[in-house]
């Protein structure tokens, strides 16, 4: 697992990913849960915002959460703490040299993971070696290819460009969420199903306004200005006319769609011997 994270490390990007996240729980995660006795393993934590609310949606299980960055598992510690959060162990670990036995967890879990990986394919298959036959394993990733927003701007447009680029360059792949179906038929799961989650808002949505319009998705294309310009992918003044036309979507006319997807695909049993 590369540790070359397109959006940084910084505590506005750790602000943003569990804002995100508590704006999109129910959306991504109302249909998550897990038996209770069972085990489950989050790959790739970040700094929790996943994780506590799969662990409160789940009481009764028990979470491994990994990641590579021993800063992102700090702060995934403490907000596990402050949310009063007892049923998850967390872990240091590469995705790609995991430390659990074979068929270790009933259940995998893996989100906004993939879209960072140089081979995702790969990593599913390390994955899905963790699983017990029967377990499942739940992917969710974005896609930006899928945003839409009114009034259109073409400057606008060039600037989510620099971001799938620019994910591109890091050995990741920002349109990844429309791909989930092959990738965990390749890797040899079975009974695959994807469900597209759209998020839609305009202003008779205001909190969606504030909460994913400017604070998760213009609010990340924003993060990664330096870097597009310091590239060379885009003119400063193209860049920032760019992102203004983005936040008219956010304005009292202004229409913004992006849609996740979510997949859950399961490990086959082992094909039984003719008698």
């Not at 990913?17 to 085990?39: F, I, K, M, V």
């Not at 879990?109 to 070696?129: I, K, N, T, W, Y």
């Not at 680029?165 to 792949?173: I, N, S, T």
Request: net charge negative; proline share 5%; charged share 20%.
């Amino acid at each position: 697992m590369t540790d070359d994270y397109v959006h940084g490390y910084s505590d506005r990007e750790g602000a943003r990913l569990l804002d995100q996240a508590s704006t999109l729980a129910e959306l991504l995660h109302g249909d998550t849960r897990y038996p209770a006795g069972s085990s489950v393993l989050e790959a790739g934590c970040g700094v929790g915002a996943q994780t506590v609310i799969l662990a409160r949606n789940s009481p009764g299980a028990q979470f491994t959460s990994i990641d590579l960055s021993a800063g992102s598992l700090e702060q995934a510690r403490l907000h596990a703490v402050d949310a009063d959060i007892h049923n998850v162990t967390f872990q240091q670990a590469d995705l790609f040299d995991l430390p659990f036995r074979h068929e270790s967890f009933d259940h995998v879990f893996v989100c906004f993971v993939l879209e960072h990986l140089a081979d995702p394919g790969r990593a599913l298959q390390m994955l899905r070696s963790r699983l017990k036959p029967g377990g499942t394993l739940t992917v969710i990733e974005g896609d930006h290819g899928s945003t839409l927003f009114h009034p259109e701007g073409t400057k606008a447009r060039r600037a989510i460009q620099c971001l799938v680029e620019l994910q591109a360059r890091a050995g990741g792949d920002a349109l990844i969420g429309r791909k989930l179906f092959p990738l965990l038929r390749s890797a040899g799961f079975c009974a695959i199903t994807v469900s597209p989650r759209m998020v839609y808002v305009d202003t008779s949505r205001p909190g969606w306004v504030d909460e994913f319009t400017k604070g998760t998705f213009t609010a990340m294309l924003e993060g990664v200005r330096e870097r597009a310009l310091a590239l060379g992918l885009i003119e400063p003044q193209v860049w920032d006319e760019g992102v203004a036309e983005l936040r008219r979507a956010a304005g009292p006319d202004g229409v913004f769609c992006y849609t996740f997807f979510k997949a859950v695909g399961v490990r086959p049993a082992p094909a039984r011997s003719a008698a």
